[in-house]
């Protein structure tokens, strides 16, 4: 099985704060709310809400920058590139379409045979922080008219296709915090997020999976 370590950032799609601006309509406060004035305050404060974490839904956000590991052919890393305002619809391939079209051309046997949806397991296993919403938001962005370069579901979809970093060392089944954890295993940094900086997560997450054994060696420089 081919391991892949996954760092990435995400940006908001042009227009869409104007997007979501225009459906204010559809966020509704709370029944108990009777109050014109809280309910109108409720729905501004919603709205910017929606506006300031729309760069990590699909549809609204698509990503930045993505680094991507093998870490059985080399310890440096394999980089794609995009810059902010690349619109996934664009005249420019879109960084999702550019990320399958590169996995489609190294690895052609793990999208033979994939094109409907089963519950057959992975030849790619991607493994990073928050790693089911970058498969999310990859399979979707590849299977929208624009893009048209569609992802076996096996590679985004089934529940065998990501491995979340952050869950592997603070479990939310056992109400773990992350910063916690990252602090207990010498980790921690003043202010660091998970997908702010996509090189930083990619190689937090080899020196993790190195310590707790899923990498045997450490990747050197």
């Known amino acids: 099985m081919i391991q892949l370590i996954v760092g990435y950032t995400m940006v908001k799609l042009p227009g869409t704060d104007e997007f979501l601006k225009d459906i204010k309509d559809s966020v509704k406060a709370p029944a108990n709310y009777k109050d014109p004035m ?15 974490t729309a760069s990590r839904s699909p549809y609204l956000g698509t990503f930045g920058k993505v680094y991507l590991m093998d870490t059985s052919v080399t310890p440096t ?6 810059c902010e305002k690349r619109a ?8 999702c379409s ?7 051309s190294k690895w052609p046997e793990a999208f033979d045979n994939n ?3 089963t519950f057959q397991k992975s030849e790619i296993m991607f493994v990073g922080f928050e790693i ?5 938001v990859l399979g979707l962005e590849c299977s929208m008219p624009g893009v048209n370069t569609p992802l076996p579901p096996v590679l985004w979809y089934g529940s065998d296709a990501g491995r979340d970093v952050g869950e592997m060392i603070a479990p939310k ?3 773990v915090d992350l910063s916690l954890a990252l602090k207990s295993r010498g980790f921690w940094r003043q202010g660091w997020e998970p997908c702010e900086n ?4 990619m190689r937090l997450s080899v020196e993790i999976l190195t310590q707790l054994n899923f990498l045997r060696k450490p990747i050197a420089e």
């Open 173 to 175: 089944s056992l109400n």
């Open 132 to 136: 089911k919403r970058f498969l999310k």
């Open 77 to 82: 890393g394999l980089h794609f590139w995009a």
């Open 198 to 201: 996509a090189e930083d997560d």
């Open 98 to 104: 550019t990320i399958a079209a590169f996995l489609k």
């Open 115 to 117: 094109s409907t949806l």
């Open 88 to 95: 996934p619809f664009g005249s420019q391939p879109s960084m």
């Open 38 to 52: 809280k309910i109108q305050e409720y729905v501004e404060k919603e709205t910017q809400k929606r506006i300031e």
